[in-house]
């Protein structure tokens, strides 16, 4: 059990992954004091510190983590078996129920491990709601950087979460309104999408100078701009913008995938972030028990030829992120371990780039590089226990002792810690 003090509280004895893609540091200590990290790195290094006022958790066994930053979720989002059960769900679901659902799925993620989530689109102001309640302290969640509704195109991919902008002046109008709103980020929907019948995927729903005028506002207003990119077309102009997360990046066209190094070369030297998202569309091609080898073949090599576009990224050099798309078909909040393992099997990463990308990357990504994302002293000590070696079996991300989030254990075994 480990108090909740003012004082010290020293990990002792487990492996630690600092979030940094440096080598795992067998036997480390890492020492907390309020919210920070004071002390990080190998215990022949580390001074164990003694005390009344010192708390001291033997974590031998185990290995120690920066807790999971997941930049693609949808809070409101119910995660059913299909687009038009999810599209149901968060288009008639009253606010009060849609509220609820987005704590419980906010308190699934900490549970598991994830200790910063980004929300990329609801309906409403749900996801800012329960951003503050976590601030206020009159729940227990992640941290929550919201977008709010996403900006689309008359009918375009998520009309119905409630923000449709065509016009320069309409766009602008709808950056603003979304920055009054109080949202962190703001989020456009550069390409049609799967989940939004009558739309185009493969087609950009925004011209190059439209998504330059979000991100010119956005900017202006101190947020950052992510963007819906299933299709080339999407990622290009999305990348003309300066768009910092393109998310997807399928690179899909009329001919299937359509990858472009050249729109690559542009996001590398702007220095944009690809985002990643591996949801339960991929996580259900990954190897399974009750299949044969034959089975499992055809399902990695589908796997790997849907994520082609996704690999060619990674191989250039552009910055990317891993994340889960958490709440759409089949893709549940407590589960991102299994988009590493997509990342490993679909995207060639090791274990340790893919644990990297969900968390050192991804907090650069969002802007919290500074506080956030690695274990390291001086950073917010967002951290993750668990049984185990995860560089050795990704599985093991199951296996959660522990939840830190700002120096407090948040989550034991599973169970949220109240006290």
Same mark, same amino acid.
């Given at each position: 059990?480990?108090?909740?003090?003012?004082?010290?509280?020293?990990?002792?004895?487990?492996?630690?992954?600092?979030?940094?893609?440096?080598?795992? @540091? +067998?036997?480390? *200590?890492?020492?907390? #004091?309020?919210?920070?990290?004071?002390?990080?790195? +190998?215990?022949?290094?580390?001074? @164990?510190?003694?005390?009344?006022? *010192?708390?001291?958790?033997?974590?031998?066994?185990?290995? !120690?983590?920066?807790?999971?930053?997941?930049?693609? *979720?949808?809070?409101?989002?119910?995660? %059913?078996?299909?687009?038009?059960?999810?599209?149901?769900?968060?288009?008639?679901?009253?606010?009060?129920?849609?509220?609820l659902?987005?704590? %419980?799925?906010?308190?699934?993620?900490? $549970?598991?491990?994830?200790?910063?989530?980004?929300?990329?689109?609801?309906?409403?102001h749900?996801?800012?709601?329960?951003?503050?309640?976590?601030?206020?302290?009159l729940?227990?969640?992640?941290?929550? &950087?919201?977008?709010?509704? +996403?900006?689309?195109?008359?009918?375009?991919?998520?009309?119905?979460?409630?923000?449709?902008?065509?016009?320069?002046?309409?766009?602008?109008?709808?950056?603003?309104?979304?920055?009054?709103?109080?949202?962190?980020?703001?989020?456009? $929907? =550069?390409?049609?999408?799967?989940?939004?019948?009558?739309?185009?995927?493969?087609?950009?729903?925004?011209? =190059?100078?439209?998504?330059?005028?979000?991100?010119?506002?956005?900017?202006?207003?101190?947020?950052?701009?992510?963007?819906?990119?299933?299709?080339?077309?999407?990622?290009?102009?999305?990348?003309?913008?300066?768009?910092?997360?393109?998310?997807h990046?399928?690179? &899909?066209?009329?001919?299937?995938?359509?990858?472009?190094?050249?729109?690559?070369?542009?996001?590398?030297?702007?220095?944009?972030?690809?985002?990643l998202?591996?949801p339960?569309?991929?996580?259900?091609?990954?190897?399974?028990k !009750? =299949?044969?080898?034959?089975?499992?073949?055809?399902?990695?090599?589908?796997?790997?030829?849907?994520?082609?576009?996704?690999?060619?990224?990674?191989? #250039?050099?552009?910055?990317?992120?891993?994340?889960?798309?958490?709440?759409?078909?089949?893709?549940?909040?407590?589960?991102?371990?299994?988009?590493?393992?997509?990342?490993?099997?679909?995207?060639?990463?090791?274990?340790?780039?893919?644990?990297?990308?969900?968390?050192?990357?991804?907090?650069?990504?969002?802007?919290?590089?500074?506080?956030?994302?690695?274990v390291?002293?001086?950073?917010?000590?967002?951290?993750?226990?668990?049984?185990?070696?995860?560089?050795?079996?990704?599985?093991?991300?199951?296996?959660?002792?522990? !939840?830190?989030?700002? %120096?407090? *254990?948040?989550?034991?075994?599973?169970?949220?810690?109240?006290?």
């Amino acid at each position: 059990m480990v108090s909740q003090t003012s004082g010290l509280t020293a990990l002792v004895g487990a492996q630690l992954i600092d979030g940094t893609g440096a080598p795992p @540091i +067998p036997d480390s *200590v890492v020492v907390i #004091q309020g919210e920070r990290i004071v002390a990080a790195g +190998p215990a022949a290094e580390v001074a @164990i510190p003694f005390g009344a006022e *010192v708390s001291i958790l033997e974590a031998r066994g185990m290995t !120690v983590l920066p807790g999971f930053v997941d930049s693609h *979720v949808h809070l409101t989002f119910s995660a %059913g078996p299909d687009h038009p059960t999810t599209v149901r769900q968060v288009t008639e679901e009253s606010d009060e129920t849609l509220l609820l659902r987005a704590i %419980g799925n906010a308190q699934r993620a900490l $549970c598991s491990g994830v200790t910063t989530v980004r929300d990329c689109g609801g309906r409403g102001h749900i996801a800012q709601a329960v951003r503050d309640a976590v601030q206020a302290g009159l729940v227990l969640g992640p941290r929550i &950087l919201a977008s709010g509704m +996403p900006i689309t195109t008359t009918g375009g991919h998520l009309y119905y979460l409630g923000l449709e902008a065509d016009s320069p002046e309409e766009l602008r109008k709808a950056v603003r309104s979304q920055v009054k709103a109080k949202a962190d980020v703001i989020k456009v $929907c =550069a390409s049609g999408g799967n989940m939004t019948p009558g739309t185009n995927p493969l087609a950009a729903q925004y011209s =190059a100078d439209d998504l330059s005028l979000v991100v010119a506002e956005a900017h202006r207003l101190g947020r950052r701009v992510a963007a819906h990119a299933i299709g080339t077309a999407g990622i290009r102009h999305s990348a003309s913008a300066g768009v910092d997360t393109i998310e997807h990046c399928l690179w &899909l066209g009329q001919t299937g995938i359509e990858y472009s190094a050249e729109i690559a070369q542009l996001m590398q030297a702007k220095g944009l972030y690809a985002g990643l998202p591996l949801p339960g569309i991929y996580r259900l091609l990954l190897p399974q028990k !009750v =299949a044969t080898s034959e089975e499992q073949e055809v399902r990695l090599a589908d796997m790997r030829s849907q994520l082609f576009g996704m690999r060619q990224t990674i191989q #250039q050099g552009v910055r990317f992120m891993v994340s889960s798309d958490a709440g759409v078909r089949f893709t549940r909040f407590e589960d991102l371990y299994l988009s590493l393992k997509v990342a490993v099997h679909g995207l060639d990463l090791s274990p340790m780039e893919a644990i990297v990308a969900a968390t050192g990357t991804a907090a650069e990504a969002l802007g919290l590089g500074d506080e956030l994302g690695s274990v390291v002293a001086g950073k917010r000590a967002d951290l993750l226990i668990v049984e185990g070696d995860p560089l050795s079996n990704l599985e093991t991300l199951q296996q959660v002792r522990w !939840v830190f989030r700002d %120096g407090r *254990v948040m989550s034991q075994d599973g169970l949220l810690k109240l006290r």
